[in-house]
Nanobody
């Protein structure tokens, strides 16, 4: 019904930058919230950044380094990551809460993309 397709993961050196993209597609739907999560080895999945309406939120660990942005016309959410640290290494997941009808919501996850920050 609704799918999220991610791109942009890969290997980068500490201090470098990387941009993740997530495109939502499917039948008619509306996007409420889009967010990025990550799961590092041995850790639980955590919220990295979210965008809902005109508001954005960031985990303390990425404030000042990561920026989430949305292109509404293209149903796309971006995560610009700068000053990357080895502890940023994780599988990053795109997440969206979409409306499929009046008072009906669906949470959708992307497949995950691996970001590896070398020392």
């Amino acid at each position: 019904q609704v799918q999220l397709v991610e791109s942009g993961g890969g290997l980068v050196q500490a201090g470098g930058s990387l941009r993740l993209s997530c495109v939502a597609s499917g039948r008619r739907f509306s996007i409420n919230t889009m967010a990025w999560y990550r799961q590092a080895p041995g850790k639980q999945r955590e919220l990295v950044a979210s965008s809902s309406g005109g508001s954005t939120n960031y985990a303390d660990s990425v404030k000042g380094r990561f920026t989430i942005s949305r292109d509404t016309a293209k149903n796309t959410v971006l995560l610009q990551m700068s000053s990357l640290k080895p502890e940023d290494t994780a599988v990053y997941y795109c997440n969206a809460v979409v409306g499929t009808g009046p008072n009906r919501y669906l949470e959708v996850w992307g497949q995950g993309t691996l970001v590896t920050v070398s020392t």
